[in-house]
């Protein structure tokens, strides 16, 4: 099946810092991959769509200079948390679909990255 | 505005028996619907999904029921495993072309032994 990996897992760093988190397509491409943070027991929002080649569609609310995301080739999405401050402590996880085929494929998500801003 | 709800927040079944995940939405122009697992500090797992002209899907032990009229589906697992203990996410697309994903809240399914 379709497989998503995301890296790193797990970030623990100082306030002002900025984390960068790679989401890539392993054995498909994507022309779309999506960013999506979960607070505790809550839902996942989706944060931006990610599309190869071209700027990223943020959602109301996201702020696009704070959440950087880059989607240089077909596999490979990044999410660059700039200046990071407590409040963006969250889980952020990605997702990507097959493209391309008649039939309808279900997004695929990555194992997520639990980031914690000290 | 929370267009997929999942009002249940927890439900405890017993091993063996059927699981059922109820999950209701207000925008009838979603044309697929999808179920998510999730295990803590892990990503969504895909289980089963049912586009909006049928009303049901069966996979193993995994079938969906999409009432549109009800605006309502659900998940019924059957037999159910202990493995099955996580969250499930429902899941609706709002049209060809547009693959985000709005989720409901999710519920805590617990199977006990």
């Known amino acids: 099946g379709a497989v998503v990996s995301q890296h790193p897992s797990w970030v623990i760093c100082k306030s002002g810092t900025s984390v960068k988190i790679e989401c890539r397509s392993l054995?498909?491409?994507?022309?779309?991959m999506f960013w999506y943070r979960q607070f505790p027991k809550q839902s996942l929002m989706l944060m931006a769509t990610?599309?190869?080649?071209?700027?990223?569609?943020?959602e109301q609310g996201v702020e696009k200079d704070k959440f950087l995301i880059n989607h240089a080739s077909l596999t490979l999405s990044t999410l660059t948390v700039t200046s990071a401050h407590p409040e963006d402590s969250s889980f952020y996880i990605c997702?990507?679909?097959?493209?391309?085929?008649?039939?309808?494929?279900?997004?695929?998500f990555g194992d997520g990255t639990r980031l914690s801003i000290l | 505005d929370q267009q997929v709800k999942q009002n249940s927040p927890s439900l405890s079944v017993q091993e063996g028996r059927i699981s059922i995940l109820n999950c209701d939405y207000t925008?009838?122009?979603?044309?697929?619907f999808l179920w998510y697992k999730k295990y803590p500090a892990e990503g969504p797992t895909f289980l089963i999904s049912?586009?909006?002209?049928?009303d049901k899907n069966e996979d193993g032990r995994f079938t969906v029921f999409l009432n549109k009229s009800a605006k309502h589906l659900s998940l019924h697992i059957v037999p159910s495993q202990p493995g099955d203990s996580a969250v499930y996410f429902c899941?609706?697309?709002?049209?060809?072309?547009?693959?985000?994903?709005?989720f409901g809240t999710g519920t805590r399914l617990t199977i006990i032994p």
């Open positions: 990610s599309n190869e080649g071209s700027k990223a569609t943020y």
């Open positions: 049912i586009s909006s002209i049928k």
């Open positions: 997702s990507a679909s097959i493209t391309g085929t008649s039939l309808y494929q279900p997004q695929h």
């Open positions: 054995d498909f491409q994507a022309t779309t």
């Open positions: 899941a609706a697309r709002l049209g060809f072309g547009n693959e985000k994903l709005t």
């Open positions: 925008n009838s122009m979603f044309d697929y």
